[in-house]
């Protein structure tokens, strides 16, 4: 790799942690470590009052002490207005704090690796349209190029695949390959429990392809989750001895947040420990056992034993048909976990990966095959001498190498050239129609859930009455037939039909929906031709000049 190569990365943008890797010239995939020398770093901000913000590790351990200035989980708040509490008094976007995390991902990682040429970021597969173009908006703010945006569970299976590839013995520098670990087609499915979102997926990886089968999972349901029952269950039982609510002050709250989440982590390994704090002047000393834990929670388990289940129902496929089942995001450390899939698939699911790194690793993947694709099919001439047509120079000669040499090997680049990822949509997305039998309006579906991308989708609506001269079609995600269950995610109006339309005049409603989530919607009055088209931008999204305004605030920040 030359001085000046810019390095493309992957990040993991998670709800507790996020981690950031890249793909060196041999293909081998490293994670970056941090300044503090962490591998992964802690999705959390200080913002003090003289404007000084820390991120990391630092802003994580100021939380119980200050709380109302550090912000933690805000991936979890991705496509509303704001992060849920104001810090210091004012107000943050998620999309502020989360580009705030990526700036110093980015920071530290160009101080080991040089500058960077733009990355691949992760979301949860279930993340619908808002959240996705927000995470496409925190790339902006940190002035981060983002090359596309890919399924946190895509991203496992792919490093999956390369890992297992590598382990066979094969060469690493051969990514095609990688995609074709096992001889035989193979089918996993990906199990994701990190701290504030819960995914599952199915993927099949055949030859060269790697297709997401289906998907599903909840938004909010994480690791965050287990740990609050310990601190209700702790903080019930100081009220029972003491008569003082620790969740009454933010302060005692966040420490025994702390240590709530300090004693769960314990329990993965050990079969008891004890939580204790003194507030107050008074102390609690609370034996706890990875039984009782897992009673607390049992009913959270069960909902990830349901979206399973589910899943497996929605791409039509038993437990004999699913060869692999990888364990991901800090939360499957948790052994009732692994135990729970081990009973109702007979399978042991495989934890080989470090369920923190695998993520960022599959992004960093996608990046150098992103980044292959797209180099110009001369930079792959082998001999380091770069070759002129003649019409450019008169005559066919050597010249040296330009000046931004290549990030991979020529092997490299030769290897991913054919390798392909399709994926699938994780919501419906429909309008709203008036059902004449049931005389209501409902969602009428034009592309259902776990479609592969890209795709296009077509359906012919009729105007509701005589002579209508406007027609105004409202754009839903969610997959419930009754609008109230899914979001409007944008509008697409046809104005001036002409007079004397008959009721039922067909308007044909095209959705085009792109890999890296962009949907574009088109309707079109058949008779006359007159149409409408919109790309759809979020309602609760920047415009342009607030992205521009924000990055310029965020480029001017120190971090400590
Ligand atoms: P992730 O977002 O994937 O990094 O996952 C972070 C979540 O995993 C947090 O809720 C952590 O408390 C949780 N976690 C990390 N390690 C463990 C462990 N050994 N046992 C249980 N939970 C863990």
Redesign the pocket.
């Known amino acids: 790799m030359g001085v000046d190569a810019e390095q493309v990365v992957g990040i993991d943008l998670?709800?507790?942690?996020s981690a950031i890797a890249y793909v060196d010239a041999q293909g081998q995939v490293r994670t970056i470590s941090n300044r503090e020398g962490e591998l992964?770093t802690p999705s959390a901000v200080l913002i003090e009052p003289d404007r000084t913000v820390r991120v990391g590790r630092e802003a994580l351990l100021a939380k119980p002490e200050r709380p109302d200035r550090v912000a933690t989980h805000f991936k979890r708040d991705m496509g509303e207005k704001f992060y849920r509490e104001p810090l210091g008094g004012k107000e943050f976007s998620p999309e502020a704090l989360s580009a705030l995390v990526l700036k110093k991902l980015a920071r530290d990682a160009k101080h080991k690796i040089g500058p960077l040429g733009g990355a691949v970021v992760t979301v949860p597969a279930y993340f619908g349209d808002a959240r996705r173009k927000a995470t496409q908006d925190a790339g902006r703010i940190a002035s981060l190029e983002v090359l596309d945006i890919i399924n946190e569970p895509t991203a496992a299976a792919l490093a999956n695949a390369f890992r297992q590839y590598v382990r066979l013995g094969g060469d690493s520098a051969s990514f095609e390959l990688a995609a074709i670990a096992t001889t035989a087609p193979s089918t996993t499915l990906v199990f994701d429990l990190?701290?504030g979102t819960f995914d599952c997926t199915i993927i099949r990886i055949e030859g060269e392809r790697l297709d997401v089968l289906a998907t599903g999972g909840e938004v909010r349901l994480?690791?965050?989750d287990w740990?609050v029952r310990l601190v209700e269950h702790y903080c019930e039982e100081f009220v029972r001895r003491h008569g003082v609510d620790l969740r009454d002050s933010p302060e005692s709250l966040a420490q025994i947040q702390a240590l709530c989440?300090m004693a769960?982590?314990t329990l993965?390994?050990r079969s008891q420990t004890v939580i204790v704090s003194e507030r107050y002047g008074k102390q609690l000393h609370l034996p706890i056992n990875r039984r009782q834990f897992e009673e607390l929670t049992s009913d959270l388990l069960t909902r990830t034993q349901i979206s399973v289940e589910t899943l497996l129902e929605d791409a039509l496929l038993s437990w004999d048909r699913i060869d692999d089942i990888l364990l991901v995001?800090?939360?499957s450390?948790?052994p009732v976990v692994a135990e729970m899939l081990g009973r109702i698939s007979g399978k042991k699911p495989n934890m080989d990966q470090a369920?923190?790194e695998i993520v960022a690793h599959g992004a960093a993947i996608h990046a150098a095959i992103l980044h292959m694709h797209t180099r110009p099919a001369t930079a792959t001439a082998g001999d380091g001498s770069w070759t002129l047509s003649t019409e450019e120079i008169g005559e066919t000669q050597s010249v040296e190498p330009p000046p931004a040499p290549d990030l991979f090997a020529p092997e490299v680049v030769e290897a991913t050239r054919n390798v392909k990822m399709t994926d699938v949509n994780s919501h419906g997305l429909g309008v709203v129609v008036r059902d004449p039998r049931e005389n209501r309006v409902v969602n009428s579906l034009v592309i259902p859930k776990n479609t592969p991308l890209p795709t296009e989708r077509v359906k012919v609506f009729g105007t509701e009455a005589a002579n209508q001269r406007m027609v105004r079609l409202r754009i839903l995600e969610g997959d419930t037939r009754d609008p109230r269950g899914c979001a409007q995610i944008g509008e697409c109006i046809i104005r001036h039909l002409p007079k004397g339309l008959p009721k039922g005049a067909p308007v044909e409603v095209t959705f085009r929906y792109d890999t890296s989530g962009r949907i574009h919607v088109r309707a079109v009055e058949l008779q006359h031709a007159t149409s409408a088209e919109v790309d759809l931008k979020r309602d609760t999204g920047f415009e342009q000049v607030d992205l521009d305004r924000l990055k310029d605030a965020v480029s001017e920040i120190e971090l400590e």
Do not use: L, N
């Not at 998670?14 to 942690?17: C, N, Q, S, V, Y």
């Open positions: 998670g709800t507790t942690f992964t990190g701290g994480g690791g965050v740990d989440e769960k982590i993965s390994t995001g800090g939360s450390r948790m369920p923190d």
